[in-house]
């Protein structure tokens, strides 16, 4: 009973495994709805506050399916520099994951409408277990260790920005970069190692922009996977502030999403179908968000 125990504990640590250690199903928002929750290079780079709210709920018919949040706040006087706060928190099974990071980012224009933009996140992340949940003895060495606070993270980002071409660079959980030898905590597969794209806006129309296509490529590197490319593009209707995407993903999962903006408050819904084996089991994936900007 007790390796079947902690059999079943080992599962729910990878089953539990959020976005800031890099699920195979990322945030369908990231790639242009929010694209700071990926790259603190990407924080404040609009004068003003941008707020950003995201829910994603995963595999409806797996008992204790993950069920992921977030939350940013960005904001830039005008200069240079962007600061941002990025909250993101999962439940899956018995645990619970989450990330408060505070950013800065440094905007450098190096053409009239060119930009390099640096950014760093850091902060504290957080895991815990629901005792009132388990079924069985809470006296487990397992369970009674998991518990342990909260641990340094961050993350570091890079990105090349102009009107048009968007090439940019991220390492995510800094913590889990420098330090993979502890507890086991930080061993299991699927956490994300290395994210980068490239997108380039296509002007269909005009000069004025008010109907492009924007392709964008993906590479993500994720430890105890195979990597991962993710290719799409958004179609953008900024005369009728709407936006509409597609993406496939080489770990067999096809996504879209739907993008409309009414005065100053921005609404995202995506869903995303699983293929071949994972697709038995893991049912599809819903998201939705809100941004306001001010």
Avoid at 160 to 171: F, K, N
Wanted: with cysteine.
């Amino acid at each position: 009973m007790r390796t079947i125990y902690i059999q079943v504990i080992m599962f729910l640590i990878i089953l539990g495994t959020n976005t800031a250690n890099a699920q195979l199903t990322e945030y369908e928002s990231m790639y242009f709805q929010n694209q700071y929750l990926n790259n603190p290079a990407m924080a404040g780079r609009d004068e003003g506050i941008k707020l950003n709210i995201g829910y994603q709920r995963q595999w409806d018919q797996v008992p204790g399916n993950p069920i992921l949040m977030n939350a940013t706040i960005e904001y830039n006087s005008g200069n240079r520099a962007g600061l941002g706060l990025n909250v993101n928190s999962d439940k899956a099974g018995l645990i619970s994951r989450t990330r408060i990071l505070a950013t800065y980012a440094y905007h450098l224009p190096i053409g009239l409408e060119e930009k390099l933009n640096f950014g760093l996140s850091a902060g504290a992340k957080f895991a815990s277990i629901d005792y009132n949940k388990i079924i069985g003895s809470t006296d487990d060495v397992t369970v009674q260790n998991f518990n342990k606070g909260a641990a340094f993270d961050g993350d570091l980002g890079i990105a090349y920005t102009s009107r048009l071409l968007t090439v940019q660079a991220s390492l995510p959980n800094l913590n889990s970069f420098f330090y993979n030898t502890d507890d086991g905590v930080k061993k299991y597969a699927d956490r994300s190692t290395f994210y980068s794209a490239v997108s380039y806006k296509i002007l269909l129309s005009n000069l004025d922009e008010n109907l492009n296509i924007e392709p964008l490529i993906a590479y993500r590197g994720v430890k105890g996977y195979k990597d991962i490319f993710d290719a799409g593009a958004r179609f953008n209707l900024p005369d009728y502030k709407m936006n509409l995407s597609a993406f496939y993903h080489t770990n067999k999962i096809v996504s879209t999403a739907f993008g409309i903006e009414i005065d100053k408050l921005g609404v995202f819904l995506a869903y995303s179908k699983y293929f071949g084996a994972l697709g038995a089991y893991a049912n599809n994936t819903f998201e939705c968000g809100l941004n306001y900007k001010m």
